[in-house]
């Protein structure tokens, strides 16, 4: 069971002040080790190849019930991840797929954010930082864990990601839950001129 929370701290519709934001945010902390991670939903075929010919290193996977529950007996012949030059260009293989998720995992900083931001548009999708180590403050009660430290842009949804809010774009701070981890949050967001706007998420 994952230790790490995450308190949100700026909201905005403009999707390229909230990655600028993130940035700001992750110059708190060590970034020798960090990495980015990206995911967005894609729900109509135009999406799906608008990605896939934008980014083609990317791999597609699918959550869609009916494909999961086809006869057991196929499952040997069936796929449900595909590299971008793999998934198919032909609506009618595309289809039974939908939604798909469009990811690039473990990714060096700032190979990715830039374009994935240019291309999310109205998509549910997040940006993930990760393994950066956030500033020890004894004070409160923070040792910093490069495990659950880091920042998240959730695209088009509350913090959360339960609730679907096209053009509304959260940045969240990721820290190791403790009961200080609201205080600790709090610090680190003052230092870019932010605040705790709303409750954790896990």
């Known amino acids: 069971m994952s230790n790490g929370v ?34 967005a939903e894609l729900c109509t075929v135009t999406e799906v190849l608008r990605l896939r010919g ?13 494909f ?18 793999e998934l198919s260009e032909k609506t009618g ?9 469009v990811s ?10 830039d374009e994935f931001t240019a291309l999310v548009g109205a998509n549910y999708g997040w940006i993930r930082w990760d393994q950066a180590i956030w500033p020890e403050v004894p004070e409160l009660g923070y040792g910093g864990r490069v495990e659950h430290d880091g920042v998240t ?18 940045v969240c701070v990721d820290v190791h839950r403790t009961h200080d981890a609201q205080r600790y949050a709090a610090w680190l967001a003052e230092r ?5 706007i709303g409750p954790p998420y896990p």
Not at 54 to 66: M, Q, V
Not at 93 to 101: I, N
Not at 153 to 166: H, K, M, Y
């Open 54 to 66: 934008s980014l083609p290193d990317a791999w597609f996977r699918t959550e869609n019930d009916d």
């Open 68 to 85: 999961w529950l086809r006869d057991p007996n196929e499952r040997a012949e069936l796929r449900f991840e595909f590299h971008a030059p």
């Open 93 to 101: 293989e595309l289809l039974p797929l939908l939604p798909l998720w």
């Open 192 to 196: 870019v001129g932010l605040s705790v």
């Open 6 to 39: 995450s308190y949100p701290v700026f909201r905005t519709s403009n999707p390229a002040a909230a990655l600028a934001l993130a940035r700001r945010l992750l110059t708190l902390g060590e970034r020798e080790y960090a990495q980015v991670s990206v995911d």
């Open 104 to 113: 690039m995992l473990d990714q060096p900083v700032g190979s990715v954010e």
């Open 153 to 170: 842009l959730v695209f088009n949804c509350d913090a959360a990601g339960t609730d679907r809010q096209v053009g509304t774009h959260t």
